[in-house]
């Protein structure tokens, strides 16, 4: 366990640089993409070509993974002939760790040269279309730490990252979505694809029955325990934001219903359906080398 005083303690930006002139100074690629993997989803790194892999204990200043579906690695090389780095397994407020910390790898991606961020997470689903196995490019989200006053660029700012008050109206690329969403087509997903909102909460616990009729109330087409931290560094940072979220369990809203989530379950849809995902990635990222998007 780290001290409380360390706990409070931000990353510098010579910290940051550091790691990712640490990183930079291990391996040739650089890479214009970053993919930030979810729960189960980490099988997008095996498909790199030309693999170089950390282990996020040997990276200096880098937060360790705690969850189970979160192996800790981060990867470089080439997907679909893009360069990119891939985590596999992200890092939760809920593991106790402050929302600077999580984001942490989000700015060092900026700094090693990405340009666009792509994020998964395993999500519920509260859309009651939505079946498990489904996926869902993120339109927009519904910041609910945010809203209650946790987010990650609270505290000073530093201008050599972003802008102090950075807009997220357009935090979800929609030249990208329209792109995933026409692969999505062609690849016969259309009755398993949508387009939605992500609304994200604290955990680690899985809602309530009253919370999730709230959030679905709200808008809120699948509910999960990441990505929106990410996403609002990367676009402090300016990076180019794309989300899918793969509906891995539906959200209990009847009193009289006996399922109950848990996590062995979301690991084992995630699973099934990773393939899927992983398949829609690959050829959206050939689509985006070949429009030139990154």
């Known amino acids: 366990m780290e001290p409380a005083a360390a706990k409070d303690r931000r990353y510098t930006y010579e910290q940051h640089k550091q790691t990712a002139d640490w990183l930079l100074a291990h391996t040739t690629h650089r890479p214009s993409l970053a993919i930030i993997c979810g729960s189960g989803l980490g099988g997008l790194a095996e498909l790199v070509k030309d693999p170089v892999t950390f282990n996020y204990s040997d990276i200096p200043n880098f937060p360790q993974s705690t969850v189970v579906g979160h192996a800790g690695k981060l990867v470089f090389g080439m997907l679909a002939e893009v360069p990119c780095v891939v985590m596999q397994g992200r890092?939760?407020?809920y593991e106790g760790y402050p929302l600077w910390k999580v984001t942490f790898p989000v700015r060092i991606f900026h700094l090693l040269g990405a340009k666009t961020l792509i994020v998964t997470n395993a999500a519920g689903g509260l859309n009651q279309s939505y079946q498990v196995g489904d996926i869902m490019v993120i339109r927009d989200h519904i910041n609910m730490p945010g809203l209650a006053g946790t987010n990650p660029l609270m505290?000073?700012?530093?201008?050599?990252?972003?802008p102090r008050f950075p807009a997220i109206s357009?935090?979800?690329?929609?030249?990208?979505?329209?792109?995933?969403?026409?692969?999505?087509?062609?690849?016969?997903?259309?009755d398993n694809l949508h387009e939605g909102v992500y609304c994200t909460v604290g955990g680690p616990n899985y809602e309530s029955i009253a919370e999730c009729r709230f959030l679905q109330q709200l808008g809120a087409d699948a509910v999960g325990m990441s990505t929106v931290p990410e996403v609002i560094v990367a676009r402090h940072c300016g990076l180019r934001v794309f989300g899918f979220s793969l509906i891995t369990n539906k959200a209990v809203l009847d009193y009289g219903s006996h399922e109950k989530a848990n996590h062995a379950e979301v690991l084992e849809a995630s699973r099934q359906a990773a393939r899927k995902l992983e398949r829609l990635v690959s050829v959206l990222l050939e689509r985006i080398k070949c429009s030139g998007l990154a």
Do not use: Q
């Not at 505290?155 to 972003?162: I, T, V």
């Open 155 to 162: 505290g000073p700012n530093d201008e050599r990252f972003g």
């Open 91 to 93: 890092f939760h407020m």
């Open 170 to 190: 357009d935090a979800y690329d929609a030249e990208l979505r329209a792109l995933a969403l026409n692969v999505g087509k062609d690849l016969g997903y259309a």
